[in-house]
């Protein structure tokens, strides 16, 4: 139940086709990407033709992270849920020589999910609470907006932890009749002491226990890219620690706003929350 809303040089390789073709048979094997270019989703756009150097791109004035394809590079742009409907612009170039490239977003409506808080503290939190909230707001938008440039070979996640999935991303919420900021993230229903897992490599850039989300760690996985998992029991990584994907960060809990024992993931791509289920396997159809 975590509501916060917001709102380059590198070297390429020479790529073999052997290599090339190795890696798109590897790339079946395994979740990929799903774009869906709406308010909370994520836009994959083609910046650049094979075989030239990684641009730099921005969205709204960030940095974006940028993946390799067999005809080029491509930019991953993480669509805030205020994200007006219609066209937007992306910039590519060096600022103050870049060029403007147009993408559409299109609409999505959420639904409505109604929840009781037993702890009124947690809805409408004391005044003496207030500056604390605040600073945890602003650090966790700093965490979760720096662009770490180093090279992100995959951008498919694995789901934190095996479970059902509950509350989905985007849901307009409203607590104890008081309408409340959308859900940014994905529940995934577990009981407490389930092991929490890395979705991805990364490093970890943030380990604390924050007023609504209860113990909490972010993992870094370059570019821009995040992911935070929250309400947890107790955390097993430290601030700097490299993880690499499957790694224990901790275990699952009920700990800040939470109705019962259940694990919160949000992805961030560019500052931005994005719809977590577009990274992992859909459901298979039953």
Not at 126 to 136: G, S, V, Y
Not at 168 to 188: Q, S, Y
Request: net charge neutral; with cysteine; proline share 9%.
């Amino acid at each position: 139940m975590c509501d916060i809303v917001p709102q380059n040089k590198a070297f390429v390789p020479a790529i073999t086709a052997a290599a090339l073709c190795a890696a798109l048979l590897s790339a079946t094997a395994q979740a990929d990407l799903r774009p869906e270019p709406v308010p909370g989703g994520v836009a994959e756009i083609h910046v650049a033709a094979a075989g030239n150097p990684r641009p730099e791109v921005r969205f709204d004035g960030r940095p974006v992270l940028l993946r390799q394809r067999a005809d080029g590079w491509h930019a991953v742009v993480g669509l805030p849920l205020d994200t007006p409907v219609g066209e937007q612009t992306i910039q590519i170039g060096p600022e103050g020589n870049s060029r403007a490239q147009t993408f559409v977003v299109g609409p999505k409506a959420y639904p409505e999910q109604r929840l009781t808080i037993k702890n009124p503290k947690m809805v409408t939190p004391p005044t003496d609470e207030l500056a604390r909230i605040a600073e945890e707001r602003e650090r966790q938008l700093a965490i979760r907006s720096r662009f770490r440039d180093v090279p992100v070979n995959r951008v498919d996640l694995d789901l934190p932890a095996d479970g059902r999935l509950s509350s989905r991303f985007g849901l307009r919420r409203i607590f104890n009749g008081e309408p409340r900021a959308p859900h940014t993230g994905l529940d995934v229903a577990v009981p407490t002491g389930t092991p929490i897992r890395a979705p991805a490599d990364g490093v970890v850039s943030l380990v604390d226990d924050l007023y609504f989300n209860g113990k909490t760690v972010f993992v870094d996985h370059g570019q821009g890219f995040v992911s935070m998992v929250c309400h947890l029991d107790q955390a097993r990584v430290e601030v700097g620690q490299k993880v690499a994907r499957g790694e224990r960060l901790g275990d699952a809990g009920s700990s800040g706003r939470a109705t019962g024992p259940h694990l919160h993931w949000s992805v961030y791509l560019n500052g931005a929350a994005v719809d977590p289920a577009l990274f992992i396997a859909p459901p298979k159809a039953r």
